[in-house]
């Protein structure tokens, strides 16, 4: 039985810890920094709370994290109570955090002074796929310690894939995200037109989807984007944090992404429509705004 700790119990970390309790039979040592969610985390599935995330990792041969960006990644590895501080020699690192591909370098390399090794396994599949344990998981880092860590990651996963070195897992997810930035923009385009063509749009949405225009957000998002509801899902603030980190990458890497910077524009113009914790299907709400207006 190996010796599991899990730092970070958010919409997405929560579930997947208790994945690897559930399926994986591991117990484990978890952190919150808010301490309310770790109290219950252990009352629902066993195992310790520990008080930071040194604490959390001394000992442990795989460290789990699923914080917000960067910054928290920074501190709860590298800060004065950081999980780097414990980490034992052989013990793997797996940050699901969506993160930068720099800090996974800047990570991987200090795992590697300790003697630990470091896999950058951003997911994708949002709270629904976190709950289900269904999560798309890409990972970049060492063949090894991908080999090591792969029967763990799979109890919260439906598809892992290790896609090249440390930073190849964040560079994959921001693929992921260029690809639905775009995709989202001209799904409520798509909506927001039929609305105004005064046709039918279930009958619409259920035509179409059996196309080329099918896609897991047009099946998924199609309804509520129509009753113009979006208080629930992937959050326009996280969706913001993930595109800066591509157009930043593209910025380094020299790729022109022209329909991604435009969406990123208009997902600050959602935000300040008061829709910050909305759902990245809402560009459909700032179409009917500017519609409405002209
Ligand atoms: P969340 O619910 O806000 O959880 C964030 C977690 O990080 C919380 O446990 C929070 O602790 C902890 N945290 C943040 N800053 C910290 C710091 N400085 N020190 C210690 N702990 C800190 O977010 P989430 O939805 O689970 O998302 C987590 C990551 O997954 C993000 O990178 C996000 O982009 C990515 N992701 C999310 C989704 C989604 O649908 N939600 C989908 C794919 C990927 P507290 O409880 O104390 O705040």
């Given at each position: ?164 070195p440390a930073g190849a897992g ?57 009753k113009g509801e979006f208080d ?63």
């Open positions: 039985m190996a010796k599991v700790a899990w730092i970070g119990l958010g919409i997405m970390g929560y579930p997947m810890a208790g994945h690897i309790r559930e399926k994986g039979g591991h117990d484990l040592v978890v952190y919150n920094r808010t301490t309310a969610k770790a109290d219950k985390w252990v009352a629902q599935y066993g195992g310790q709370k520990a008080a930071s995330p040194h604490e959390a990792a001394e000992g442990a041969d795989f460290v789990f994290c699923c914080v917000g960006n960067d910054d928290d990644l920074r501190e709860v590895t590298l800060g004065p109570d950081g999980a780097f501080h414990a980490l034992k020699q052989g013990a793997v690192f797996i940050d699901n955090t969506t993160a930068s591909a720099d800090i996974a370098r800047e990570l991987d390399a200090a795992a590697r002074a300790r003697g630990a090794g470091f896999l950058d396994a951003p997911v994708s599949g949002g709270q629904s796929g976190a709950e289900n344990g269904i999560l798309t998981v890409m990972v970049g880092g060492a063949e090894g310690d991908f080999e090591k860590a792969h029967p763990l990651i799979a109890c919260y996963a439906r598809q892992v894939r290790l896609l090249g964040q560079l994959t997810k921001m693929v992921n995200q260029i690809c639905i930035a775009g995709l989202l923009e001209g799904l409520a385009e798509g909506i927001h037109f039929a609305a105004k063509a005064g046709l039918d749009i279930p009958a619409v949405m259920d035509t179409i989807s059996k196309g080329a225009a099918q896609s897991w957000q047009m099946e998924n998002r199609w309804e509520t984007m129509m629930f899902g992937f959050a326009v603030d996280w969706m913001r944090k993930d595109l800066a980190i591509c157009l930043g990458e593209a910025r380094r890497n020299g790729a022109h992404l022209p329909v991604t910077a435009l969406v990123d524009q208009f997902y600050s113009e959602v935000q300040a429509m008061g829709g910050r914790r909305w759902d990245t299907s809402s560009l459909i709400a700032r179409l009917e705004r500017v519609a409405a207006n002209t």
